[in-house]
């Protein structure tokens, strides 16, 4: 009986051991589980890490430049509106830190090849009685031999009659502040009553007289107050009230601006210097933006160069900035800040072309997670209708953020003048004391275009 159980127990389809099996298996060819990743909504650094990575590749897997600009100022939180024109003390300083910005005084020196030309077309300063249209100012007929040059320098103003443009400028400004019977203006609009009109009227003038001269101006857009907005991150803090305590969340700016004029062009400008060119230092401020101070906001997240993605006009040439009364240099001479009157021109010609600058880079598709390939150059004139000041900006860089910033040694750079005024005062008639060199300077601005053209 018993051996009976045991033949059972050892037939072959009732064994309880396995048979060995020739050879080893072959291992899959992918994970059986997926990987063990942090939470999307827990509070760790990891949790943070992967949902910062997540955000980025949607960005990066935009099919339109408009779909990222929307995804890329789709979360709203707080954030420092910086204003350009600013009545701030050191203002220029701060946003040149905000911006990774050095500032080089002076044109830059591709500009200096243009001012023998135009010094010998006859353009000696000279006071009295604006000229009459077609006639040439009294120095162009001591150089006659100065449109006659076979090849100009690279970036000189050939061919120009300056008298007549000196004409034009002059009969601008007696329009507005001569012939015109205007009443009195309200209280702080003195610069929408006569130095407005006088800004539009010069630029559309001079950019119309100019166009044969540069088929750049020719194909361009100018828009009448625009309205231009650029958003960005720049550090990191720590959030001190609310539900969202303890955080550390990055530091956000937005610029809203609204200059007077601005030219654009379907054409980009040449690059000044390379885009790796270190040319100064970049301020660091360690205090909080709330010391300037500045002011936190929320609400909409918005990038945009005074026209839509679709616009071929998408570069921009030159915008011109009008100062408030509020800013006047009257008003720092009274109260004892001579210094500071500069610095309001600075703060002004850095914050607005960043802000537009920045705002074409994104509009081709960079970021600050993908850095621009080329540089970015706008110009900018920043005037109170009598003082003007002239600056060139070159964006070099758009990862400001704390983790993209780290290895980065690109540097945005601004070339800046000081404010010199165009004349001295109208009377019975006559612009006295007309600067010539201001002129020059504005018809460089408006001549300027790429190499290739």
């Not at 389809?13 to 080893?24: A, Q």
């Not at 992918?30 to 890490?49: D, E, H, Q, R, W």
């Not at 109260?335 to 081709?364: C, K, P």
């Not at 070339?415 to 009377?427: A, I, M």
Request: with cysteine; aromatic share 10%; hydrophobic share 40%.
């Amino acid at each position: 009986m018993a051996s009976l159980r045991v033949r059972q127990l050892l037939a072959p389809s009732r064994r309880w051991f396995s048979e060995t099996v020739s050879g080893t298996p072959s291992p899959p060819d992918s994970p059986l589980y997926p990987p063990v990743v942090a939470s999307i909504t827990a509070k760790s650094k990891a949790a943070k890490s992967r949902r910062l990575q997540r955000f980025n590749q949607r960005v990066h897997a935009a099919a339109t430049v408009e779909e990222k600009l929307r995804l890329y100022g789709k979360l709203q939180r707080p954030k420092y509106t910086v204003y350009p024109q600013t009545f701030a003390l050191n203002a220029d300083r701060w946003y040149r830190s905000f911006t990774k910005t050095v500032l080089v005084p002076g044109m830059p020196p591709r500009a200096a090849a243009v001012k023998a030309p135009v010094a010998a077309a006859g353009a000696t300063p000279e006071a009295g009685r604006a000229p009459e249209p077609g006639v040439e100012a009294p120095g162009a007929a001591e150089a006659p031999g100065a449109a006659e040059t076979p090849e100009p320098a690279v970036g000189a103003v050939p061919y120009l009659d300056i008298g007549e443009l000196r004409s034009l400028a002059c009969d601008a400004l007696l329009q507005e502040s001569f012939y015109q019977k205007k009443k009195r203006p309200f209280l702080y609009r003195d610069q929408d009553h006569t130095p407005g009109p006088f800004l539009t009227q010069l630029v559309s003038t001079l950019a119309a007289s100019l166009s044969g001269r540069n088929p750049l101006l020719a194909a361009s857009s100018l828009d009448l107050n625009p309205e231009v907005n650029y958003y960005w991150h720049h550090g990191e803090e720590v959030v001190i009230h609310g539900h969202r305590k303890g955080r550390v969340d990055p530091v956000r700016f937005q610029i809203d601006d609204n200059p007077h004029l601005q030219i654009r062009v379907p054409k980009q400008l040449p690059e000044v210097v390379p885009l790796e060119s270190d040319l100064g230092d970049v301020p660091v401020i360690d205090h909080k933006p709330s010391k300037l101070p500045l002011f936190k906001k929320q609400y909409e997240n918005k990038v945009f160069i005074g026209s839509k993605v679709a616009d071929p006009c998408c570069y921009g040439h030159t915008q011109f900035h009008l100062l408030p009364d509020k800013l006047k240099r009257e008003r720092f001479i009274r109260e004892r800040l001579e210094d500071q009157i500069e610095v309001v021109y600075r703060s002004n010609g850095i914050a607005s072309l960043f802000a537009w600058t920045a705002a074409q880079a994104m509009y081709q598709g960079f970021w600050s997670e993908a850095d621009v390939t080329r540089p970015f150059v706008s110009q900018a004139v920043v005037t109170d209708g009598k003082y003007f000041a002239f600056f060139c900006y070159q964006l070099n860089t758009l990862a400001l953020t704390a983790e993209t910033i780290k290895n980065n040694p690109r540097k945005n750079i601004c070339w800046s003048t000081d404010s010199k005024p165009l004349y001295d005062v109208v009377e019975d008639g006559n612009v006295k004391g007309f600067n010539d060199e201001v002129l020059f300077q504005l018809v460089r601005f408006l001549l300027n275009r790429p190499k290739e053209l």
